[in-house]
């Protein structure tokens, strides 16, 4: 039977998840994918927190959601950072990122086009969850190569040690769930 961590945010309650990341950390699972409500509290709850910008800038594929509303509650358009080169793709700006969620190291793509939006603009840094801090190191890098002034750096929660930054504007802390001896 799966254990559950509650969640209280932007004014709602969710049962979260437990999942086994590896022998001795266990991480509780948000998923703003199909919970339209609740992708819609936390914008709604950052819009509040966040600076004006240009542009929100996320990655590919869970900040989807939030980048997008944000970007419709605020009147400003948003950018994916991609998994994948696509066949639009030209002048492509790549990071590689490690992220606490994900088995192998990735690379984040972006259009040049969608590069070029950024140069000398205020740009918005968005993800689901900050925890280790590299997805969004990877994003900052490549707000960075296109020429982009970080504004901030926003998601609705901060996991682990990630709640103790000065440079992000969150909503809650998750613990993280050390097994044993860990």
């Given at each position: 039977?799966?254990?559950?961590?509650?969640?209280?945010?932007?004014?709602?309650?969710r049962?979260l998840?437990?999942?086994s990341?590896?022998?001795t950390?266990?991480?509780?699972a948000?998923?703003l994918?199909?919970?339209?409500?609740?992708?819609?509290?936390c914008?709604?709850?950052?819009?509040?927190?966040?600076?004006?910008?240009d542009?929100?800038?996320?990655?590919?594929?869970k900040?989807i959601?939030?980048a997008?509303?944000m970007?419709?509650?605020?009147?400003?358009p948003?950018?994916?950072?991609r998994?994948s080169?696509k066949?639009?793709?030209?002048?492509?700006?790549?990071?590689?990122?490690?992220?606490i969620?994900?088995a192998?190291?990735?690379?984040?793509?972006?259009?040049?086009?969608k590069?070029a939006?950024?140069k000398?603009k205020?740009?918005?840094?968005?993800?689901?969850?900050?925890?280790?801090?590299e997805s969004?190191?990877?994003?900052q890098?490549?707000?960075r190569?296109?020429?982009?002034?970080?504004?901030?750096?926003?998601?609705?929660?901060?996991e682990g040690?990630a709640?103790?930054?000065k440079?992000?504007i969150?909503?809650?802390?998750?613990?993280?769930?050390?097994?044993?001896n860990?």
């Open positions: 039977m799966a254990e559950y961590y509650t969640l209280h945010i932007a004014g709602l309650t049962e998840k437990i999942c990341l590896n022998e950390l266990d991480i509780a948000f998923i994918f199909s919970d339209v409500e609740l992708t819609e509290a914008a709604r709850a950052l819009v509040a927190r966040v600076p004006a910008c542009y929100i800038i996320t990655a590919e594929s900040g959601p939030l997008y509303e970007s419709r509650q605020m009147g400003v948003y950018i994916v950072a998994k080169v066949a639009y793709m030209t002048d492509i700006l790549s990071v590689t990122v490690k992220s969620t994900t192998a190291v990735q690379t984040l793509y972006l259009d040049g086009d590069a939006w950024m000398g205020r740009i918005l840094v968005v993800d689901d969850v900050v925890s280790t801090g969004l190191h990877a994003l890098q490549l707000v190569e296109a020429g982009g002034e970080i504004v901030a750096n926003a998601a609705p929660l901060a040690d709640a103790k930054r440079d992000l969150y909503l809650e802390q998750l613990p993280l769930f050390f097994k044993g860990a």
